[in-house]
């Protein structure tokens, strides 16, 4: 082992054994769920057509399309990560805050 407490070793783990920063990892990987994320910090309640026009500025994409994937990919795996709360029938999206969420945020914005 050396002094820094590193064995060289790697941990397995499987699917299910996912630690929870690998899995904010995943979900921050997509572009659209950081600027959800970004958006929704400073708002108690959102909904998805206020998400979906500010992805659309973000990325480019059409309204439209952006609300397709918002609705179908990327409010379901943040919520399914207990990082928001989506309210389909009322099309609103709750987030209540998550300091290392935030941090990774800022460190994603910055980079």
Known sequence: MSDDGY??????RTVGQRSRHDRLFELLSEHRRRVL????????VVTVG???????????TATSEAAISIRHADLPALADAGLIEYDS???TVRYDGDDLVSDLLEVA???
């Open 37 to 44: 994320l970004r958006y929704v910090e400073d708002r108690p």
């Open 7 to 12: 064995s060289g070793r790697l941990e397995k």
């Open 50 to 60: 206020e998400l979906a026009a500010i992805v659309s500025e973000e990325t480019g």
């Open 89 to 91: 029938r009322s099309s």
């Open 109 to 111: 914005t910055r980079a």
